[in-house]
């Protein structure tokens, strides 16, 4: 089961809006027979890759799964009935499917006489597919907040420069984030002051995330602007009342999305943002923007994993990681628990996920190498 989480994880962000999931066929001795992952959206299954892999040797084995095996019929057949027909004898899977329309295969398998257990690394393989997990039990897309900061939680100097305050390792593993999210989000302040690219370089990537900037006033991003260089696909979300002349220059580096603004204090409503991407079939959102956005996530609980690079500086002015989040008092502090702390080059990257029932996912990122 270990491996076949390891397999599901090569297919973060190329398989939305499906599940990463892994698979491995052991023959009727207990021995490796095939193994597959699910490495496309409309592509085969990991079930049904693994089947290939091991053709005759299936027939009287097990098969080890992340997720439950689909009982449905979308852009590609069951799963379910892929197990039965290869003859596999017993099933164990790790995260039942929560997904109304495909779930159902456990008992379909059963019913075949085909022995199934379930459970098996449950955490660990929900953890690899938190993004899609998010989506389908709340209906948005699942949110991890990425920040780089000194030791005293400065994200940049009194003067504003930022440039660099993490070594070349953690920017490099960033790259790795990037191309494991379906896209990548700053506001207008990261906009205006950074003119970024968002894009992933040095990474092999299977398909490039979208780049999104939310300009509510549509004047931060501006023509000629590198996220409107044609590298990745780009979403400009904006005020629903602003000119259309403002949007209109935009065009055709990028697309528009129109959405309210929020209901108290600056900016857009969180929750029509995560919708609009949910829509574009974004699973997996990586938040690179500033204090003031990453402060609206969080005071919005949109917030499902935090990883924090930090450096060993200090610099004792200078804006903080979290602006306002709606917290006044230490009773209602956003209490994290770390799920992953690692050292990268001279940094080191901490991974934790709220405590709170309402992010049952738990999630930690993806393991990177000490030394990059």
Known sequence: MRRA????ARGLGATSPNPVV?????????????????????????EVHALAAAGAAARGGTALVTLEPCDHTGRTG??????????????????????????GGAETLRAAGVEVEEGLLATEAAAVN????TSVRHGRPHVRWKY????????AAADGSSRWITSSAARADVHRLRAASDAVLVGSGTARADDPHLAVRGVPAPRPPLRVVTDTEAVAVRPGARVLDGAAPTLIA??????????????????????PRAAAGRGL???????????????????????????????????????????????????????????????????????????????????AVPESPGHPEASHAPQAPEEL
């Open 5 to 8: 989480i390891e397999l599901a």
């Open 22 to 46: 892994g698979c491995v066929v052991l023959d009727a001795a207990g021995r490796p027979a095939g193994e597959g992952w699910h490495q496309r959206a409309g592509g085969p299954h990991a």
């Open 78 to 103: 069951p799963c379910t009935r892929a197990l039965i027909d290869a003859g596999v004898a017993r099933v164990v899977y790790a995260v039942a499917d929560p997904n109304g329309e495909a779930a």
């Open 130 to 133: 938190a993004p899609w997990l």
């Open 148 to 155: 780089a900061a000194t030791l005293d939680g400065r994200v």
């Open 238 to 259: 904006v005020a629903d009342d602003v000119p259309a002349a403002r949007t209109d220059r935009l065009r055709p580096g990028a697309d528009v999305v129109r959405l």
């Open 269 to 351: 409503d969180i929750g029509a943002l995560l919708a609009a991407l949910y829509a574009r079939d974004v699973r997996s959102v990586l938040l690179e923007g500033g204090p003031g956005l990453a402060g609206a996530f969080v005071a919005a609980g949109a917030v499902d994993e935090v990883v924090g690079y930090l450096a060993p500086a200090l610099l004792g002015a200078g804006p903080h990681a979290l602006a306002d989040a709606g917290i006044s008092t230490v009773a209602e502090t956003l209490r994290l628990r770390v799920t992953d702390l690692v050292r990268i080059g001279p940094d080191v990257r901490i991974t």
